[in-house]
Each structure stands twice: as C-alpha cells, then as structure tokens.
C-alpha cells in the first residue's frame, strides 16, 4: 500500500533563512517555490516595460515602479514580482508588509514559472487586492491582463495594452511588440 506523503508548510521564519544562492526564493500559502536566476530575454522585456513605465509613473505621482527584490507580502506569503508599481506610503516604513498594495504587479512566464505564475501567484495577488496583473508571455507575444474589477475575463493583448488607475488623468497604452526583440 502507497501512502501519499505529506510536506509540512513552509513558514516565513525558515524562507528568510534560506541561503542568499542567486535563486529567488518564494513563499505561497506554504509552498516553497525556486527560481534560477533569469534568462536574458526575461530581463530584456522587463528593462523595457520598466523604461516605459517609469515616466509614467512619475509624472502622474503613482509611487515607485520597483524591479526584483522588491517584495510583496500577504498573509503568510512573501513574493517577488518582476516588476510592482506601489503607492508610496505617507510615512516612512522599512517593512515591505506595511507598504500599500501595488496597483499594477507584471510577471513574465519562462518554463519554470508558468503554472505558478498563472494559478498560485495570480489568486494570490488577487486576494491581496492588487487591481491589475500583467502576464508577459514571451513566446505568445502578448500580455494576459487580469484586472479585479473586470466584468468579463481575462483580456489577451497582443497589440495594445493599457494600464488606467485612477489617480492619472490619462491611460498608459503600450505597444505590446515594443517588448520583444
């Protein structure tokens, strides 16, 4: 008789003691997820959505647009998102959990992180409250936009995709191709 084998819960006392190895280290309602550092085409696309988004971002007094290592905390999960815009808080805080929920977080899909960036991380960011989620998906060439208000599913965007919360006047609207190589 095979008996199914049950791992306990990570906590986020034992992630912060994992060993600082050039893998991203992840906690999700318990399971441990480990990431090998990134392929040049993730950080390609990321380095461009960040110059674009930035000017943006500052120009309608959004906050911050932060890059990994930045952390987003909910309940017992900590994540690092490959990109986050997040308001700035009214006083200063040194502790990633007392920041305001992102308005916009931006995961790019590679092998490894496909399922849990689809499933795990978006219910996650969801129940967390972050408003828009952006799926960069290199080999469709699209952006999979998943907003928490949205009436109808989620809206796939291989041409245009546009970003409006509502403290800027105007959207954000980037071409999606303006991504990739």
Do not use: C
Request: aromatic share 8%; charged share 25%.
């Amino acid at each position: 008789m095979q008996m199914a084998t049950h791992t306990k819960p990570w906590t986020l006392d034992q992630l912060h003691r994992l060993p600082d190895d050039g893998n991203k280290y992840e906690l999700v309602r318990g399971e441990l997820f480990v990431t090998p550092a990134p392929s040049v085409l993730h950080e390609e696309i990321l380095a461009r959505l960040h110059a674009a988004l930035i000017p943006y971002v500052d120009h309608n007094s959004l906050g911050m647009v932060y890059r990994p290592r930045a952390v987003l905390r909910f309940e017992d999960s900590e994540v690092e998102p490959d990109l986050m815009v997040r308001p700035l808080p009214s006083a200063a805080v040194d502790d990633w959990a007392k920041l305001p929920t992102p308005s916009l977080v931006v995961e790019v899909l590679s092998g490894t992180t496909r399922r849990r960036d689809l499933l795990e991380k978006r219910a996650l960011y969801l129940d967390a409250g972050v408003p828009e989620y952006w799926v960069i998906d290199p080999e469709e060439r699209n952006i999979r936009v998943v907003r928490t208000a949205a009436v109808v599913g989620d809206v796939i965007a291989s041409e245009t995709v546009e970003w409006h919360p509502t403290e800027a006047s105007e959207p954000f609207v980037l071409r999606v191709a303006s991504l990739f190589r």
